[in-house]
């Protein structure tokens, strides 16, 4: 991507960031039942949202490498189940801050909660995969763990739907169960949440190459000491 | 404990988390690139001097 674009596109995720904290904290009222501590939610529902596109970007990538064999989808099935993880980590984080003043506990073996960790443990694995596995066989490997991986990701969403839970629901099939303020604070995040995504995904990817780059060099180097 | 510490707590830990990671990926993505400047100008010097000093100036830069 040519630097001026990255930049431009990097200016634009932190002015839309800014614009989201600006919402969350001064704009989106405050909720008449849970106080001040319901504006986790933006930041929780974002960073689940974020993990879930990222499994996802993981699914369809592992299965064009897979299909092409072409590095490039490896690359980015990797960086973005590193991202993932860190959003799944953060959901994880958030939600027991939240659930504590809320139902008095810090953890519960909810449904919602349950599969959510379940799918950390899966893509933590996924990657511990990708540092153990041989050089010949790691992609391979990893893109079909990536593949069956991503079952985890709709048990996770329609949890709440499945089983009896104590987590709220807020989309339904009926809309969307919060005020309009709320939920345009909610839409600025998740459009500040993905551009950050995206913005982490290119500099993951980069870095990635760059280590080829570097990997290739070493070995020419190698080469002319041997001649 | 006051549920306003609890919202503060939950953003900050987020953001540290995002930016711990972001640095690490800047700051492993320079190293690379410094090794990346030396290792050409290593080749460079031996292309201009001969193939036999790249294992000494390759040494001498670890």
Known sequence: ?227 | MNNAWYLFSASTIAWIIIFLYSYGISKKQKSLENQMAEMKEALRKCHISGSSCIRVIWQKKQ
């Open chain 1, 1 to 227: 991507m040519r630097r001026w674009v990255r930049i431009v596109f990097e200016v634009t995720t932190l002015t839309t960031m800014v614009g989201a904290l600006y919402a969350i904290f001064l704009y989106a009222p405050i909720e008449k039942t849970m106080g001040i501590i319901q504006k986790i939610f933006y930041f929780h529902v974002s960073s689940a949202f974020l993990s879930f596109v990222a499994f996802f970007i993981v699914f369809v990538a592992s299965i064009l490498f897979l299909y092409r064999r072409d590095r490039k989808w490896d690359i980015l099935a990797q960086s973005s189940a590193e991202i993932g993880v860190i959003f799944c980590t953060l959901v994880l984080i958030t939600g027991p801050i939240w659930a504590k003043p809320i139902w008095n506990v810090w953890w519960t073996w909810d449904p919602r909660l349950t599969t959510t960790l379940i799918l950390w443990f899966i893509y933590v694995s996924y990657l511990m995969l990708r540092k153990m596995a041989g050089e010949g066989q790691r992609a391979t490997f990893t893109a079909v763990f990536g593949i069956i991986g991503f079952i985890n990701v709709p048990i996770t969403f329609f949890a709440i739907r499945i089983w009896r839970t104590i987590h709220p629901i807020v989309i339904r099939s009926s809309g969307i169960n919060i005020t309009s303020p709320m939920l345009n604070t909610l839409i600025i995040t998740l459009v500040a949440f993905t551009l950050l995504f995206f913005h982490l995904l290119m500099a993951r990817m980069r870095l990635e190459r760059i280590r080829e780059g570097y990997e290739e060099m070493k070995a020419l180097l190698e080469e002319q000491e041997n001649r």
